[in-house]
C-alpha cells in the first residue's frame, strides 16, 4: 500500500466526469467572475470555450443549487497541511475582519467567530 496517496491527491487537480461535479469544481473561477460583474451567460460561454458542455438553463440551475447549499469558497481548493506545518497569518490591526462589522483595537483582540 502506497502511504503517499498520490492517486487520490491528484483527484482535486482534474475535472470530474459529472456536469454538476465540474461547476463545482470550477466554482472559485465562476464565484470570482460573478463578483466581477461579469453576466451568468458570460460565464456559460467561457465554460463552453474550456469544454463544459450544458445547456444554459442547465448551469443556471446548478449555480443555484450551489449557491442554496453554500459551497465553501475559500477553502475548495486548499491542499491539506502535512504534520509540522507551520501557518502564518496576517493581520492588520485596526482594520475589519470581514466577517463581521467590528473593528479590532488591538492584535490580541481580533475578532474570531468560528
Not at 487537480?13 to 458570460?42: C, D, F, N, Y
Not at 491542499?79 to 466577517?99: F, K, R
Amino acid at each position: 500500500m502506497n502511504t503517499e496517496l498520490p492517486h487520490l491527491r491528484a483527484l482535486p487537480e482534474s475535472a470530474p466526469h459529472t456536469k454538476s461535479g465540474r461547476i463545482v469544481w470550477a466554482w472559485l473561477e465562476i464565484q470570482a467572475s460573478l463578483a466581477s460583474g461579469r453576466k451568468m451567460h458570460e460565464i456559460w460561454e467561457a465554460l463552453q470555450l474550456d469544454g463544459i458542455e450544458m445547456s444554459y438553463g442547465q448551469f443556471r440551475t446548478y449555480v443555484w443549487r450551489i449557491r442554496k447549499r453554500g459551497v465553501p469558497t475559500a477553502s475548495a481548493r486548499v491542499p491539506p497541511l502535512a504534520a509540522g506545518s507551520i501557518v502564518i497569518l496576517l493581520v492588520t490591526v485596526g482594520a475589519p475582519c470581514g466577517l463581521c462589522s467590528q473593528v479590532p483595537p488591538l492584535a490580541a483582540n481580533i475578532c474570531m467567530p468560528w
